[in-house]
């Protein structure tokens, strides 16, 4: 789903660098949970730190309990965005990613919601037949408010290069 | 393992703000392997495109066969960043990531390691218990060089407040 929806009347189409306009925003149609479980699994696996692992966490530690590594969160909300935009275009892959950065801490049972907005686009200078298309995506609780976030510098087909 | 082993003699104590100086170095002393199977199980799960899952790629794509998630790459070197540094040091936590960048694809059966090296440090102005580091992690192929590479911007805690 998206607020300006730009899907071709092919649905199995993708979307190509010119059906993409800047202030295009596409949303998640499902929120995904972090279960404990799933928190404990990705952290023992990618970040075994013991607040993301369930392990008694030290006096200093900033987290009260067991939160999900952020790593987690960026890949359960990439799942989002991907079925939501990433999946839905011509995507030939990321340059880069800027900007990550986590709002609050994602607790067992937290659920998310993920969307992305296009924030610019240009025609690649060395190759006609790729668009760099750079998004916004943000992680969402329920209410709303924002997770977590971050810029995928992307690079998208173009359908006429010229 | 790491080139400058700042250490303290008990090796149960954490590494404080105190004992990290701009250009420490903390190489993992193993490297991870991205098979196959660990591939496509994290394609499915977290970034569900064509040529992260082993479908046939679209003739666009510019990867020839399949290639991990760039996120895999990223979670599997964390991992060893982590058994490097972030879990030998205080760490209170990531305030975010910068620059997170593929300099070239990952494909079944690459091993990578990982290095860590203190980039910028200084005392929190709002929490005399905090110190701010910045650190950068390379995971890195067999012969050195460089496959992704990441900004961290973290929070670790510091010894003497005062």
Known sequence: MSDRDPTPSNSDEQLAYEDLSVGDRFESDRTVELTRDSIVEFGREYDPQP????????????????VASGLHSFAACNRLATEAFFGRVAFLGGRGVDDLRWYRPVRPGDA??????????????????RGYVDVDVTGR???????????????????DPE
């Open 112 to 129: 998310l919601s993920a969307d992305v907005e296009v924030v610019e686009k240009r025609v690649s200078a060395s190759d006609p037949r």
């Open 141 to 159: 609780a329920p209410a709303g408010d924002r997770v977590l976030g971050w810029r995928v510098l992307g690079m998208i087909q173009r359908r």
């Open 51 to 66: 607040f993301h692992v369930g392990d008694d966490a030290p006096a200093a530690s900033p987290f009260d309990g067991l």
